[in-house]
């Protein structure tokens, strides 16, 4: 049996986290590309839910020394700013 090494687990922890905030993105993206308005109740809770998700899963990730809080914060702050970003795209139309 291959024993695993802690950095493997760590760039692993820290691709799954980006991959699923990367997901989160294209979903808004998708959304707002359809014209689904982001004061619609449906889009608010789709986005809640998944940031939500997304905040436990670097929590944990956080509390089990895979990945630095600072990095937490970072992909946390980054999908934020993206949102941020294309909502104010959205607006401009």
Known sequence: MTE???PDLEQKALALL??????IYKLIDVQMENLTMP???LY?????????????????????????D???????G????????LHELFNQR
């Open 18 to 23: 980006q991959a699923d905030a990367d997901k």
């Open 70 to 76: 600072d990095i937490g914060r970072e992909i946390m």
């Open 44 to 68: 608010e809770e789709v986005l809640d839910t998944q940031m939500f998700g997304l905040s436990r899963e670097v929590e944990y990730a956080v509390r089990l020394g895979l990945i630095s």
């Open 4 to 6: 695993i090494k802690v």
């Open 39 to 41: 004061q619609c109740p």
């Open 78 to 85: 980054s999908l934020e700013r993206k949102l941020a970003h």
